[in-house]
């Protein structure tokens, strides 16, 4: 399996511009989580979703950022205007098989956004 | 909901010795304790978890314990090497984090020096 995969793996983008990351999970896994990793933050949880209906958006810091699941093999984050305070790598991670209960989290290799 | 704290938040030890990282949580009803290792630049990794109807679990050099009625689990790396230098990350999921969401630690950056 290749893994959960990610792109871009680097975007570097304005402020006011609208930033796309994608993200395709591991075949059979229902379960899809976005993460966001700063240096003064952590990793954050923004959102997940199981059986690509989304769970928990609390996460998501402001209605600049959306994400949609619209089949079980890919996800998308967009931040819409983007922001300087919104650079961060973003890691999408996917876990589970149907009836699994916790399961481990794979990631993928994260998208480094750098808004300017 | 579930809280999970992590210490210490950086760690250095020289080669060869052992470093322990602990974590504590809150929800009694979590039963699934991973860790994860994340190198400079790279994704966090799993490389060892234990659920709640085991106290300890081996993988080579790396162990993990769990004591349910403290509500704290340890990593245990033995006989450190250089590339075992990283962050290192707890994390807990159970029946009341949701659909395996897991509650991550802040982290431990361990550094080995040769």
């Known amino acids: 399996d290749a893994g959960v995969i990610q792109s871009p793996r680097h975007e570097v983008t304005e402020m006011g511009q609208e930033v796309t990351l994608r993200c395709k999970p591991i075949?059979?896994?229902?379960?899809l989580f976005w993460y966001r990793q700063t240096m003064m933050r952590g990793l954050e949880l923004l959102i997940y979703?199981?059986?690509?209906?989304?769970?928990?958006d609390s996460g998501m810091p402001e209605d600049r950022f959306s994400a949609k699941m619209p089949n079980a093999s890919f996800s998308t984050l967009k931040i819409q205007p983007s922001e300087p305070r919104d650079s961060a790598v973003y890691f999408c991670?996917?876990?589970?098989?149907?009836?699994?209960?916790?399961?481990?989290?794979?990631f993928g290799n994260g998208t480094r956004l750098t808004v300017t | 909901g579930e809280n999970v704290e992590q210490h210490p938040s950086t760690l250095s030890v020289q080669e060869g010795d052992s470093a322990v990282i602990k974590c504590t949580y809150s929800d009694s009803a979590s039963n699934y304790f991973p860790w994860y290792k994340q190198e400079l630049g790279k994704r966090p990794q799993l490389i060892i978890d234990i659920r709640s109807n085991v106290g300890e679990k081996k993988d080579q050099r790396i162990a993990v314990t769990l004591n349910k009625t403290a509500k704290h689990f340890s990593l245990h790396i033995t006989e450190t090497q250089p590339e075992d230098s990283a962050v290192y990350f707890c994390a807990a999921g159970g029946p009341n984090t949701g659909f395996q969401k897991l509650v991550f630690g802040t982290g431990t950056r361990l550094l080995v020096s040769p």
């Open positions: 991670a996917s876990s589970g098989l149907m009836g699994s209960y916790n399961s481990p989290l794979h």
């Open positions: 075949s059979g896994h229902n379960s």
């Open positions: 979703f199981n059986n690509n209906v989304p769970i928990d």
